[in-house]
């Protein structure tokens, strides 16, 4: 077996040699005159190049890079072609949809995309990807389905696979996006009772915020310009799946979240210029993380006494 593969990848070789080979005599004998062109004002032109080249890739990955950029906070996105039934996990999956598909996602991408050099936008799509891995799992601890199971899997694996594995070997993985859209047909294929009881996915939703709350708790104690970036952005990710959650489960269950949306929105909209983890008190160093980290803790309070009221009411 071995060795009759050994023998179609010789011959597979030949024949792209021999094609390649093909394709240059035809290049050649079209355009020629053109290559001799090109190649003579090169060798005449070598020292223009040395600007151009490096030109056209700061060009390359900076016009590119601005493109591709799209750090999507639309607050009204769960509203749209919304059923009243399973809203939670179609808005999960929708949510999916959007970061994969209609935006480009970044976090696997390799450096010849020009998007690789960008750095808030990984981090908030990343924040948005782990929320949901969180939250599907905490549902998946106290729910028994088997899509949900599958769901859950899929969605914890890693963030920046694109082709390869990140082990020494370099063996083909599938990508992170690809697991991500198996992960989404599951999630439409759960049940509507397994969300019967609302608290399931409120507890979820809460212990979210509770991760989000220790990551910018983590990432204040490492004083470096860009940790502060990406923790911030992440976690701004994270609060937005939170509010978008919510909204499908005030749909679905019809339970007021006010107080929480409050402080959610304040942690979603804030946008410094740049972001700072300075000292706490200081009047010429702000700490941006501190601030986030304090309305993730006052919206993450607020849902605690809505789960605790409507526990109550039933």
Same mark, same amino acid.
């Given at each position: 077996?071995?060795?009759?593969?050994?023998?179609?990848?010789?011959?597979?070789? %030949?024949?792209?040699?021999?094609?390649?080979?093909?394709?240059?005599?035809?290049?050649?004998?079209?355009?020629?005159?053109?290559?001799?062109?090109?190649?003579?004002?090169?060798?005449?032109?070598?020292?223009?190049?040395?600007?151009?080249?490096?030109? %056209?890739?700061?060009?390359?990955?900076?016009?590119?890079?601005? +493109?591709?950029?799209?750090?999507?906070?639309?607050?009204?996105?769960?509203?749209?072609?919304?059923?009243?039934?399973?809203?939670?996990?179609?808005?999960?999956?929708?949510?999916?949809?959007?970061?994969?598909?209609?935006?480009?996602?970044?976090?696997?991408?390799?450096?010849?995309?020009?998007? +690789?050099?960008?750095?808030?936008?990984?981090?908030?799509?990343?924040?948005?990807?782990?929320?949901?891995?969180?939250?599907?799992?905490?549902?998946?601890?106290?729910?028994?389905?088997?899509?949900?199971?599958?769901?859950?899997?899929?969605?914890?694996?890693?963030?920046?696979?694109?082709?390869?594995?990140?082990?020494?070997?370099?063996?083909?993985?599938?990508?992170?996006?690809?697991? +991500?859209?198996?992960?989404?047909?599951?999630?439409?294929?759960?049940?509507?009772?397994?969300?019967?009881?609302?608290?399931?996915?409120?507890?979820?939703?809460?212990?979210?915020?509770?991760?989000?709350?220790?990551?910018?708790?983590?990432?204040?104690?490492?004083?470096?310009?860009?940790?502060?970036?990406?923790?911030?952005?992440?976690?701004?990710?994270?609060?937005?799946?939170?509010?978008?959650?919510?909204?499908?489960?005030?749909?679905?269950?019809?339970?007021?979240?006010?107080?929480? +949306?409050?402080?959610?929105?304040?942690?979603?909209?804030?946008?410094?210029?740049?972001?700072?983890?300075?000292?706490?008190?200081?009047?010429?160093?702000?700490?941006?993380?501190?601030?986030?980290?304090?309305?993730?803790?006052?919206?993450?309070?607020?849902?605690?006494?809505?789960?605790?009221?409507?526990?109550?009411?039933?």
């Amino acid at each position: 077996m071995k060795k009759e593969l050994k023998n179609k990848l010789q011959i597979y070789i %030949l024949l792209m040699g021999r094609d390649l080979k093909d394709f240059g005599l035809w290049c050649k004998a079209h355009f020629g005159p053109y290559i001799k062109k090109i190649s003579a004002y090169i060798q005449k032109s070598w020292k223009s190049l040395v600007v151009i080249v490096p030109t %056209l890739i700061v060009l390359y990955y900076g016009i590119g890079s601005l +493109y591709c950029e799209k750090i999507d906070k639309n607050l009204q996105f769960e509203q749209k072609n919304q059923t009243t039934t399973n809203s939670v996990f179609e808005t999960m999956s929708r949510l999916i949809t959007r970061e994969i598909d209609k935006h480009m996602y970044t976090p696997n991408l390799p450096f010849v995309f020009p998007a +690789y050099i960008l750095d808030n936008m990984p981090a908030f799509q990343s924040g948005i990807m782990l929320s949901l891995s969180d939250v599907v799992h905490e549902i998946a601890l106290q729910a028994t389905d088997e899509n949900l199971k599958k769901a859950d899997e899929l969605l914890s694996y890693p963030l920046d696979v694109w082709l390869f594995s990140k082990t020494k070997d370099f063996k083909l993985e599938p990508s992170s996006t690809a697991q +991500y859209r198996k992960a989404k047909q599951f999630l439409l294929k759960v049940p509507s009772h397994v969300l019967s009881d609302p608290n399931i996915v409120l507890d979820a939703v809460a212990h979210n915020l509770i991760f989000t709350e220790k990551e910018l708790n983590e990432a204040m104690e490492i004083k470096k310009f860009r940790k502060a970036d990406d923790a911030f952005y992440k976690a701004q990710g994270r609060l937005y799946t939170s509010y978008v959650l919510l909204k499908a489960i005030e749909q679905e269950y019809h339970i007021l979240f006010d107080d929480v +949306y409050q402080a959610l929105e304040k942690g979603v909209v804030l946008d410094p210029l740049i972001i700072r983890n300075g000292n706490s008190g200081s009047s010429f160093s702000p700490n941006h993380l501190l601030e986030l980290a304090y309305l993730t803790l006052k919206s993450e309070k607020a849902l605690k006494k809505v789960i605790k009221n409507h526990a109550h009411r039933n």
